[in-house]
């Protein structure tokens, strides 16, 4: 079980939309309609924004959606603001009973 | 609503076994809706799931972690808890328990982390 990949950082400007991708094979991501994503802002701990790969839960914003093509799962903001500006994770579900992360992206809003 | 807290030592030695407690307020933790995960960072890293734990003591593990962990679950306190042998410095790291969603696998309730640090 190997951790999904995830780029390092990514950055935009606000009011831009920006997209992290979340790359993993067909035993975790591939096979599963279920990758989560979280935010994590610096010295508190994450908080998810998205479920079931495109689900949001109450209280999180339209501005994030995700979606899924093959192996790699996405995760879009759009209309970015400065709170946006965190670090994110995903995760996925990889069979029998276990979940996988990715290695983080730290979103820069320029 | 739900809220969780980690509690346990912050510092262990070398080849002993770290501890971990999180106590679950706001809500039983046999409802049976739910599953208990706990979730490890070490700093400027990302996330690692360690495992999870259901009310009737059935667990899943990190297959990289299996042989070292152990998580338990006592209902009568609204507690579960994480034993981790024969640490070394590569398990320093943040500790978070957090509520797992069964059958859809994500983790909407999270603890605000402990610090753990692995030195003599």
């Known amino acids: 079980q190997s951790a999904l990949t995830q780029p390092a950082s990514v950055s935009g400007s606000p009011g831009q939309s920006i997209t992290i991708s979340c790359t993993g094979t067909?035993?975790?991501?591939?096979?599963?309609?279920?990758v989560s994503w979280y935010q994590q802002h610096p010295g508190n701990a994450p908080k998810l924004i998205i479920y079931?790969?495109?689900q949001r839960p109450s209280g999180v914003s339209n501005r994030f959606s995700g979606s899924k093509s093959g192996n790699t799962a996405s995760l879009t903001i759009s209309g970015l603001q400065a709170e946006d500006e965190a670090d994110y994770h995903c995760?996925?579900?990889?069979?029998?009973?276990?979940?996988?992360f990715g290695g983080g992206t730290k979103l820069t809003v320029l | 609503q739900v809220q969780l807290q980690e509690s346990g030592p912050g510092l262990v030695k070398p080849s002993q076994t770290l501890s971990l407690t999180c106590t679950v307020s706001?809500?039983?933790?046999?409802?049976?809706?739910?599953?208990w995960s706990w979730i490890r960072q070490p700093a400027g890293k990302g996330l690692e799931w360690i495992g999870r734990?259901?009310?009737?003591?059935?667990?899943n593990y990190n297959p990289s972690l299996k042989r070292r962990v152990t998580i338990s679950i006592d209902t009568s306190k609204n507690q579960f808890s994480l034993n981790l042998s024969s640490v070394t410095a590569a398990d320093t790291a943040v500790y978070y328990c957090?509520?797992?969603?069964?059958?859809?696998?994500?983790?909407?309730?999270w603890g605000k982390g402990t610090t753990v640090s692995v030195s003599s």
């Open positions: 995760c996925s579900y990889a069979g029998g009973g276990t979940s996988v």
């Open positions: 067909s035993s975790d991501v591939g096979s599963y309609d279920f």
């Open positions: 706001g809500g039983s933790i046999d409802s049976g809706n739910y599953y």
């Open positions: 734990i259901y009310s009737t003591g059935s667990t």
């Open positions: 957090a509520r797992h969603k069964p059958y859809f696998h994500y983790m909407d309730v």
């Open positions: 079931e790969g495109t």
